[in-house]
């Protein structure tokens, strides 16, 4: 009888480790994501495939590669950069997933620059 109980515990604990939460953080890995303007950021459009970047802001368009480590954490680096910060990789953390954005912080190279946002995917 000892042993009933030790088994339908163990099932017991089984059962409620089971997670409904779905993973589905890989969705922001491509598509067409919006940062909007406020919090010192300007408005930027950014397209992403495979492992290349493309981010519009202003007149300006910058092709940035990019690496995911996993689903929470990428590293973005300028093909061509066009001054010395920009030569610098950027670190990408993402901190807090949303139905269509995510929370991140972003650094820069190994400095102790850092950076809160929200990215919205629009694609």
């Known amino acids: 009888m000892k042993n009933f109980f030790y088994l339908l515990f163990g099932i017991l604990v089984l059962n409620s480790c089971n997670s409904e939460f779905k993973d589905n953080s890989d969705k922001f890995k ?3 994501f919006e940062i909007p303007a406020g919090d010192n950021f300007v408005k930027e459009t950014i397209i992403r495939k495979d492992s290349i970047q493309i981010s519009k802001y202003g007149n300006t ?34 901190n807090k997933i949303k139905e269509n954005s995510y929370d991140f912080t972003v650094k820069i190279g190994f ?9 919205y995917k629009v694609q």
């Open 111 to 119: 400095s102790k620059f850092t950076k809160k946002g929200t990215i």
């Open 61 to 94: 368009i910058d092709t940035l590669s990019i690496e995911w480590k996993n689903n929470f954490f990428y590293t973005l680096k300028y093909i061509n950069p066009k001054n010395s910060l920009q030569k610098d990789p950027m670190y990408i953390q993402i």
């Open 30 to 32: 491509e598509g067409v």
